[in-house]
């Protein structure tokens, strides 16, 4: 589509996927420049960089949080994940089991890792998969209570509204 596009002669802005907030940043003021709506560009940021200002974090050390999607997929150190849990002030547990970027984690993994919580990046009423049946095994049963649905546009590929999955 991307090709066809350019080969029509229509001017396309390929952009990167951002992995922190400076990159979400300095792609919301490369597009307002682009578009001719800078002050557009210069209240989005001022309204994220306000919102995270206001995040509550948690008192004491940081509890440890283990994002897990589907087949076990998960974000370790170098994400926009990652850094959406330190923002809220979370311990990314991926990155303690040594993943950097994304990778796959086991279910016994997940019981020794034994993390405060376990974000399901899915939705909750999500449709069922067997891709998801990880995330139903009856081992992660004692994480009941411990267990939140993320809805994985919030940081599937990052915006102003990646702010949101902070504030959650």
């Known amino acids: ?7 029509l002669g229509i001017a396309v802005l390929d952009l990167p996927i951002p992995e922190t907030f400076d990159e979400i940043r300095s792609q919301i003021m490369f597009l307002s420049d682009a578009l001719g709506v800078e002050a557009r560009g210069d209240v989005m940021i001022a309204e994220m960089n306000q919102r995270l200002a206001n995040v509550v974090l948690p008192q004491g050390p940081p509890p440890r949080a283990l994002v897990l999607g589907a087949r076990g997929f998960t974000s370790g150190t170098g994400t926009l994940v990652d850094e959406v849990l330190a923002a809220a002030g979370l311990q990314n547990v991926a990155g303690e089991l040594g993943i950097r970027g994304y990778g796959k984690v086991e279910v016994e993994e997940i019981v020794a890792a034994n993390p405060d919580v376990i974000i399901l990046n899915q939705p909750k009423n999500g ?3 067997l891709a998801s049946e990880v995330l139903t095994h009856p081992a992660l ?4 209570g411990q267990i939140v649905h993320m809805d994985p546009a919030l940081w599937t590929c990052g915006g102003p509204y990646t702010v949101r999955a902070v504030e959650f």
């Not at 589509?1 to 080969?7: E, I, S, Y």
């Not at 049963?141 to 009941?144: G, K, N, Y």
């Open 127 to 129: 449709a069922p998969s």
């Open 141 to 144: 049963r004692r994480f009941d």
């Open 1 to 7: 589509a991307v090709r066809m596009l350019k080969r």
